[in-house]
């Protein structure tokens, strides 16, 4: 059931910039007759933080998304570009959105985000122990911070408030790391 059902026939690069290639493929389709498939091939790995402190605080990022036309609240997110490495790009993109460093980091889940037309792939952290630095926001970044309990975050996801693909299933893990127990490990480590 693993092989690979699909035929490539032809290839044409559609779109190019520096964050992903459109590719339109012709192909055999698994029941054997031609098509196309199109394909958006992300140039970087998708990074994001959960930001928790020792209250269960989360610390949330909104700003508005063009792609989306609407307004979006989500954890801390950012690119990693091809090679590098996820975490040293997460801990910039914390610092760069809200001004907050951690001492402690630890991988929390990784995820296809759209695996139906793209290939992008994203590592989600946990980070704590944290302080309070200096925000510095890329140019096409117009950012609103907010802290708030964690249990209120994972309301906004219940109400549909909260729909990034990243942060719906990061804040779901940490309901059900904290249904289980196994949070609070992650703070006695943290101290």
Known sequence: MEKNPWIITSEKKIYANPWIDVTE??????SGNPGIYGK???KNTAVGIIVLDEEMNIYLVGQYRFAMDAYSWEIPEGGAPAGSDTLENGKRELLEETGLMADHWQPLLQMHLS???SDEFAQVYLATGLTQHE?????TEDLAIKKI???EAYRMVEDGIITDSMSVAAIIKIKLLSAEGKLSN???DAR
């Open 25 to 30: 493929y012709g192909v055999i389709n698994p």
């Open 40 to 42: 958006v091939h992300f």
């Open 149 to 151: 309990p964690f249990a």
């Open 115 to 117: 695996n139906s037309v």
């Open 135 to 139: 925000a510095a926001p890329e140019e």
């Open 186 to 188: 992650t703070f006695a």
